[in-house]
């Protein structure tokens, strides 16, 4: 039996799996960034929220409570402020008794490399939340 042809095939077969991993380690690090902004972009919007405080209400009884009005204006304009991969798209839930919210970032990231072996596959959707909490220092 003649090994012809052999060291071919082997070599083909490392090539592809050499591609898999380096697809598979630049698309990790792209996904671990894009969650790291989405972090950063939650807890800066939860920081600028957790000063907007409905004044009239802590006038009239003493008791702290979020306007919800400037929390989503304040999440907003920090979210747009904030550049960097996956740039996620950012969302506030707020307690019926508004007493405290959630900010929450989601962003996806395209396959990079991998796409060349899981062609028809998803984007990695990566996720982020803070809460906010009202503070006011009379």
Do not use: N
Not at 8 to 24: E, P, R, V
Not at 75 to 102: F, K
Request: charged share 15%; hydrophobic share 50%; aromatic share 4%.
């Amino acid at each position: 039996m003649s090994d012809r042809g052999s060291i071919t095939f082997w070599t083909l077969g490392l090539a592809i799996l050499m591609l898999g991993f380096g697809g598979l380690s630049v698309d990790l690090w792209r996904a671990l960034a894009a969650h790291s902004h989405a972090a950063a972009v939650a807890d800066a919007a939860a920081v600028a929220a957790g000063s907007a405080i409905d004044v009239d209400h802590y006038r009239e009884t003493g008791e702290v409570l979020l306007d919800l009005s400037e929390v989503v204006s304040r999440v907003a304009a920090t979210a747009s402020s904030q550049q960097g991969p996956g740039d996620p798209v950012v969302s506030v839930v707020t307690a019926s008794d508004r007493s405290t919210a959630t900010v929450e970032a989601v962003g996806e990231v395209e396959l990079g490399l991998l796409r060349i072996l899981l062609p028809g596959e998803e984007p990695i959707v990566v996720r982020a939340a803070a809460d906010v909490i009202p503070v006011f220092v009379p």
